[in-house]
C-alpha cells in the first residue's frame, strides 16, 4: 500500500496567497520527482478545542489559519528517495522561497497507509 507523509501548520492570514504560491511551486517539484499526490487544505471548520484540536496543536493565532496536507507517494522507499532529492533541489533553495509560516509549530509524519476506502 501507499505511503503519506502529513503536515499540519499555522499560516498568517495574510500570507496564504503566498503559501499557495510556494505550495504550487513545491508541490510541482514533488511530484516531478515521483510523488503521487501533493495535497493542502485550508481550514474551514477547525474549531478551537478545550483539551486537543488542530489549532491547539500548531499554537495557532487569532490571524492565523490552519492548513492540513499530505503527499502520497508509492512506499516508504520511493518516499525517502524522493524527499532526498526534492531537499536537494536547488530550485528550493534561496530567499525567494521562504516559508510563509513559522516553521517551528509545524507537525508532520510519515505513515503507511492501514486502509483505503
Excluded: H
Excluded at 10 to 22: D, G, H, L, R, T
Excluded at 34 to 59: H, I, K, N, W
Amino acid at each position: 500500500m501507499s505511503y503519506v507523509d502529513g503536515f499540519i501548520v499555522a499560516v498568517p492570514k495574510a500570507n496564504i496567497e503566498a503559501y499557495k504560491e510556494f505550495s504550487t511551486f513545491a508541490g510541482s517539484i514533488w511530484k516531478e520527482y515521483g510523488a503521487l499526490d501533493y495535497v493542502e487544505c485550508v481550514g474551514d471548520d477547525v474549531p478551537y478545542g478545550e483539551l486537543t484540536s488542530f489549532p491547539r496543536a500548531v499554537q495557532a493565532k487569532e490571524d492565523e489559519v490552519v492548513v492540513f496536507s499530505w503527499i502520497v507517494y508509492g512506499s516508504r522507499q520511493e518516499r525517502d528517495d524522493i524527499n532526498a532529492k526534492v531537499m536537494a533541489d536547488p530550485r528550493l533553495k534561496g530567499d525567494q522561497w521562504q516559508m510563509p509560516f513559522d516553521g517551528k509549530r509545524m507537525i508532520y509524519g510519515g505513515f503507511e497507509m492501514m486502509l483505503k476506502l
